[in-house]
């Protein structure tokens, strides 16, 4: 499988990332919740792999830790979308996401994905490289 975009590098675009309200919602109602010890994954049928990140107050009052944890997030999202079977993802961190470097981030989100189905078993089960 080809984990690298033509020229080479792992990319995300605009297209990849969900902005409206009304895209949130909708995966939120016809979403299934994957819950994990550091985040929960919401995952929606879709026509191409594309991803939110919500994280708000409630996760931390100070600004750089929530913007921590966004990236953390969007970091293990790029690092995993060539593997990702098309489905629409909300990514939403908890708390003990604080202490956590981003390889146990994605290495949470491969299993939150292998559960829902949307990664191959073959991935989820190797050891990370990424």
Do not use: H
Request: aromatic fraction near 6%.
């Amino acid at each position: 499988m080809n984990f690298f975009s033509e020229n080479g590098r792992r990319t995300l675009s605009k297209a990849d990332k969900l902005t409206l309200k009304a895209e949130f919602d909708d995966v939120r109602q016809n979403g299934r919740k994957f819950v994990s010890s550091l985040l929960v994954a919401v995952v929606a049928p879709g026509e191409k792999v594309r991803c939110g990140v919500i994280c708000g107050k409630k996760y931390s009052l100070l600004s750089v830790n929530r913007n921590r944890a966004r990236r953390l997030m969007w970091e293990s999202f790029r690092l995993l979308k060539p593997a990702i079977s098309p489905c629409t993802l909300i990514l939403i961190p908890r708390k003990k996401m604080m202490r956590c470097t981003r390889q146990q981030v994605t290495a949470e989100l491969v299993k939150l994905l292998a559960n829902a189905r949307q990664i191959p078993q073959e991935i989820a089960d190797s050891p990370l490289d990424v």
